[in-house]
């Protein structure tokens, strides 16, 4: 447990920040999965709607730190190819 009062400060805001990141990051895999079940069910104007939706999401959470840079290119990236696949 914290000792000192900066110590015990810097838990409540590690314990705020973590709630806030959980949902980020919940929010996130929730749009990325949209575009896979829109993908796997073989509508591509779903699947292309769902990842132009998809695609700031993403990038906000590079932005706010939620994930590194290259792993949101990367899932872009990915994503992308399995929409464009799509016969």
Sequence with gaps: MANTAQAKKRAKQAEKSRVRNAGQRSNLRTFVKKVI???????????????????????????????????????????????????
Excluded: T
């Design 37 to 87: 079940v829109a993908v796997n069910s073989g509508d591509k104007e779903k699947a292309q709607a769902a990842f132009k939706i998809a695609m700031p999401i993403i990038d906000s959470a590079v932005n706010k730190g939620i994930i590194h840079k290259n792993k949101a290119a990367r899932g872009k990236s990915r994503l992308n190819a399995k929409v464009k696949a799509m016969a």
